[in-house]
C-alpha cells in the first residue's frame, strides 16, 4: 500500500486574487462607462487633462485587460493548478510577491497613463519601467508555476495547465518582443521599430495578446470550473487535445488581419486571413466540447446560476471566434476596420466571453473558499440577466452605428462626390446609438455592482478556510502501462518537453510572420521627399501621443475611392519610416489625420483645439484647452534627437545642440502667424507645437507633387 | 500599391507554402497521437478535476 501524504492547499492567495478581480472589474467598467458617456458629453471631462476621453481610453482597456482578467486568471490558475497537481503552490513568497507586485503594476498603470505616459502602442501602453516590472513579475509567476509542476503529486498535466503553459510563454515572448524600446527619459520612450514594421510588430502583439492573455488561461480556466460546476467530466478529451495544439500553433499567425489594406504585403495579408480562417476549427472545437459537457444535463441550466454565466460565456467564445475570421476577410474588413464593429467584436469578448466565465467562476469559487452557500441565489440570476441585457444592448447598438457610419463614408452621390463630404454627418448620425451603448454597460455595471454586494454577503456569512488540508499519494515514477502504444500521454507527464514543443509551435508562426517584418524596412523605396520631424514637430508628436489622439483618429488612408476622396492620396509605407513609434490608429471616431497637413490655416486648430464646438458645431471631441495655457517642455529636445539617431532616423550629427533654437524659429514663426490671425499666443505653449505637428502630417507626398 | 515591396526578396513566395507543410504535418502528427489513445488513458485524465482518485487512478 503506497503511502498517502497530506499537505495543505494554500487557499489564501486565491482569496487575494478573488477580491482583486472583483475590485479591478468594478474599476475597469466605471472607467469603460465614464469613456462611453464621454462620446457624447464631451464636457464630462470637467477641462481636467486627466479625465479626458484620449488619456482615460488605455486606462479601460488596460484595467479590463491586466487588473480584471489579469487577476482573474491568476485567481484560477491558483485555485485549479495546485488541485490538479495534489501539490501546494511551490513557494508562499513567490505567490505573495506576484500578488503584490502585479497590484503595483495595475496602480502604476492607473497613474501614469491619466498623466499622459504612454507607449500609445494599443495594450502596451505602459513605458518602460514598467514594462521592465510586468517582466520580473511574469518570471515570479513562472517559476511558481514550474516550481509546482516539479513538486506535483499527480503525474499527468490536465489539459488546463497546458493552456497555462502555452500563456506563460507565450505571453513572455510577446510582451518582450513588442516592448523593445529606448528611453529618453525615466517616463518616456521611443519604440525601437518605425512605421510599418512597428505596426506589423504591435499587431502581431496586439492579436496575440487576445490570443494569450483573453483567450487562451481561459480556456484552461474553462476547462477546469466547468467539469466541476457542472460535475462531470469535459465533454471530450481528445477534442481537447485538438483544441489546444491547433489553437496554439494557428493563433500566432493571424496577426496580419488587423493590417489588412495597409502597407503590409499581399501575401502576408493573405496568410493572416487564410489562418485566421482556420482557426474557427479549433475554436469552435473548443466551444462545442464546453457545450457538449453539459449533453443530457441541460436541465440543469434551470438551477445553476454558474452554469447559466458559463454557458454564455462559452456561447460568446464561439460567436467571437465565428466574427473574428469573418472580420479578417477582406471584403468585410473594408467595411468594418475603423467602425464600431470592432468596439462590437471585442465586447462579445470580453463582458461575454471574459466577463460571464469570471463572474460564474467567482459564484462557484467564493462559496467554497468561506466554506459556505451562495448569499443570494435571486441577486445572481438578477446579474446574470442584466447583464446578459447589457450586452445585448450594447452590441446591437456598435453593429447598427458602425453599418450606418461605415455605408455613409463609402456613399457617393450619382454626380461621383462623396454624398457625405463632411464626416462629423456621419459622427451626428449615430451619437443615439452611442447613448444606447452606454445604457447597456450601465445595466451589465449594475449587475457587477450586484455581485459585490451577494458575493460580500456570502463571505461574510461564511469562514474562510485559509490551508485547505487534502491527501494524495506521492508521484509515482515507473510508468503506467496501457494497452495502446505511446501516444499523447508521453508528452504530457513531461512538462519540460511539452513548454519546448509549445513555444516552438508559437515560435514558427511568430518567426515567419516577422521575418518579412524585419525585411521590410530595407525594402521600403524611400521617398525622397519625406524627411524627419523636425524639433518642434517632434515634441508636438510626442503631444499627440500625450493626450491620445491616437485614440479616436486614425493617420492610415487606405487605397479605396471613398478614402482617398474624403482624405487625400492613400498611404505609402515609404512617409512612415521615421515615425517611432506608428500612430496609424485602430478606431476613427473622429476623421483619418495623414493629410491634415495645410487643410486649414493655423488659426483654426487653435480655435479647433480649445473648443472643438466652435469651428464644428457638433463635434463630439473634448476641448484641450490646456494645450494653450501649458509651457512646452523642451529641456528634453536634444535627448530625443540623439536617441531618434541611434534608431536610424537621419538627423545630422551635433544636431541636438541646436535643435532648441530650430524649435524657438519654428514656433516664432507660428505664434506670428497667429498673431496676424488676431490669437495673441506666446510661442513657448504646447498649442504650438501640436500645431506644428498636425501641420507637418502628410505634406512630405504634397510638396513633391508640387 | 503596396504589395510589390517585398516582390524583391528573394525566394519570398516559399514562405506561404512552407506554412501550409508544416500545419499540415503538426496536424497530421496530432490526429495520429489522438487515434493512439487508450480508452482508460482518456477516463484517468478526463478524470483529473475530479477527486475520485481510488475510482479512477489505477496506481
Known amino acids: ?706 | 500599391m503596396f504589395s510589390n515591396y517585398l516582390s524583391s526578396i528573394e525566394g519570398i513566395s516559399v514562405f506561404p507554402v512552407v506554412s501550409l507543410l508544416i500545419f499540415f504535418l503538426v496536424f497530421i502528427l496530432m490526429v495520429i497521437w489522438i487515434f493512439r489513445i487508450d480508452k482508460s488513458y482518456v477516463k484517468q485524465m478526463e478524470n483529473l478535476p475530479f477527486d475520485m482518485e481510488d475510482e479512477n487512478r489505477k496506481l
Open chain 1, 1 to 706: 500500500m503506497m503511502q498517502i501524504e497530506t499537505f495543505k492547499y494554500d487557499n489564501k492567495i486565491v482569496k487575494y486574487f478573488t477580491i482583486a478581480t472583483v475590485l479591478w472589474s468594478v474599476v475597469g467598467m466605471l472607467v469603460g462607462l465614464t469613456i462611453a458617456i464621454q462620446l457624447y458629453a464631451p464636457a464630462l471631462n470637467f477641462g481636467i487633462p486627466y479625465l479626458t476621453y484620449g488619456r482615460l481610453r488605455p486606462l479601460h482597456t488596460n484595467a479590463v485587460i491586466f487588473a480584471f482578467v489579469g487577476n482573474g486568471i491568476f485567481m484560477g490558475v491558483y485555485y485549479s493548478l495546485q488541485r490538479l497537481l495534489k501539490a501546494r503552490m511551490f513557494s508562499d513568497f513567490l505567490s505573495n510577491l506576484h500578488f503584490w507586485s502585479w497590484q503595483l503594476i495595475i496602480v502604476c498603470a492607473a497613474i501614469t497613463l491619466p498623466l499622459g505616459i504612454t507607449t500609445s502602442k494599443e495594450y502596451a501602453e505602459l513605458e518602460w519601467p514598467i514594462d521592465i516590472l510586468i517582466t520580473l513579475v511574469w518570471v515570479v509567476f513562472a517559476i511558481n508555476l514550474f516550481g509546482t509542476i516539479v513538486k506535483r503529486r499527480e503525474k499527468h498535466l490536465y489539459v488546463a495547465i497546458w493552456f497555462y503553459i502555452a500563456t506563460i510563454v507565450t505571453v513572455a515572448v510577446l510582451h518582450i518582443v513588442n516592448s523593445i524600446e529606448l528611453p529618453v527619459t525615466f517616463f518616456k520612450s521611443y519604440s525601437a521599430y518605425a512605421g510599418v514594421q512597428d505596426a506589423l510588430v504591435q499587431w502581431w502583439y496586439g492579436h496575440n495578446a487576445v490570443a494569450f492573455f483573453l483567450t487562451t488561461p481561459y480556456l484552461g480556466l474553462m476547462y477546469y470550473f466547468l467539469p466541476k460546476a457542472a460535475n462531470r467530466p469535459i465533454y471530450s478529451y481528445r477534442l481537447s487535445i485538438i483544441h489546444f495544439w491547433a489553437l496554439i500553433f494557428l493563433y500566432i499567425w493571424a496577426g496580419p488581419h488587423h493590417l489588412l489594406y495597409s502597407a503590409l504585403p499581399d501575401w502576408a495579408q493573405s496568410l493572416g486571413t487564410v489562418f485566421s480562417i482556420m482557426l474557427i476549427a479549433p475554436s469552435w472545437g473548443g466551444m462545442i466540447n464546453g457545450l457538449l459537457t453539459l449533453r443530457g444535463a441541460w436541465d440543469k441550466l434551470r438551477e445553476d446560476v454558474v452554469l447559466k454565466f458559463m454557458v454564455v460565456a462559452i456561447t460568446a467564445y464561439g460567436m467571437s471566434t465565428f466574427e473574428g475570421p469573418m472580420l479578417s476577410l477582406k471584403n468585410v474588413n473594408a467595411l468594418a476596420h475603423f467602425t464600431d464593429w470592432i468596439i462590437a467584436h471585442v465586447h462579445i469578448g470580453a463582458l461575454g466571453w471574459n466577463g460571464f466565465l469570471t463572474f460564474g467562476i467567482l459564484y462557484w469559487l467564493v462559496p467554497r473558499l468561506w466554506n459556505t452557500t451562495l448569499y443570494s441565489k435571486k441577486q445572481a440570476n438578477f446579474h446574470f440577466w442584466i447583464g446578459f441585457l447589457g450586452i445585448v444592448f450594447y452590441a446591437s447598438s456598435m453593429y447598427w452605428s458602425a453599418l450606418v457610419q461605415t455605408l455613409m463614408w463609402k456613399q457617393f452621390t450619382p454626380a461621383g462626390l462623396l454624398q457625405y463630404p463632411n464626416f462629423l454627418e456621419t459622427v451626428l448620425q449615430i451619437i443615439p446609438m452611442y447613448v444606447i451603448r452606454s445604457i447597456g454597460g450601465l445595466l451589465y455595471f449594475i449587475g457587477v455592482l450586484v455581485m459585490v454586494y451577494n458575493l460580500i454577503k456570502t463571505a461574510k456569512q461564511g469562514k474562510f478556510v485559509a490551508d485547505e488540508e487534502a491527501q494524495a499519494p506521492p508521484m509515482v515514477i515507473a510508468p503506467i502501462k496501457y494497452k495502446k502504444g505511446l501516444g499523447h500521454r508521453w508528452i504530457e507527464s513531461r512538462p519540460l518537453q511539452f513548454t519546448l514543443l509549445a513555444a516552438v509551435a508559437i515560435l514558427i508562426g511568430g518567426i515567419v510572420e516577422m521575418i518579412p517584418t524585419f525585411l521590410v524596412k530595407t525594402n521600403i523605396p524611400t521617398i525622397a521627399s519625406v524627411k524627419p520631424y523636425t524639433p518642434l514637430e517632434l515634441q508636438g508628436r510626442d503631444l499627440y501621443i500625450r493626450e491620445g489622439c491616437v485614440g479616436c483618429h486614425s493617420q492610415l488612408i487606405r487605397p479605396f475611392r471613398s478614402e482617398v476622396e474624403r482624405y487625400g492620396e492613400y498611404s505609402k509605407a515609404g512617409e512612415y519610416v521615421y515615425d517611432h513609434p506608428f500612430l496609424w490608429g485602430s478606431k476613427r471616431t473622429g476623421p483619418d489625420l495623414m493629410r491634415e497637413g495645410k487643410k486649414y490655416p493655423n488659426v483654426w486648430h487653435y480655435y479647433h483645439m480649445n473648443d472643438p464646438r466652435l469651428m464644428s458645431p457638433g463635434s463630439i471631441m473634448p476641448p484641450f484647452a490646456w494645450l494653450s495655457e501649458n509651457v512646452l517642455d523642451i529641456s528634453t529636445t536634444a535627448k530625443k534627437i540623439s536617441v531618434l539617431r541611434k534608431l536610424g532616423v537621419p538627423y545630422p550629427d551635433g544636431f541636438e545642440n541646436i535643435a532648441n533654437n530650430e524649435l524657438r524659429k519654428q514656433a516664432d514663426t507660428i505664434a506670428l502667424d497667429l498673431t496676424n490671425a488676431g490669437v495673441v499666443v506666446d510661442p513657448d505653449k504646447e498649442i504650438i507645437a501640436i500645431i506644428a505637428y498636425l501641420q507637418r502630417l502628410g505634406t512630405d507626398i504634397k510638396a513633391k507633387k508640387q
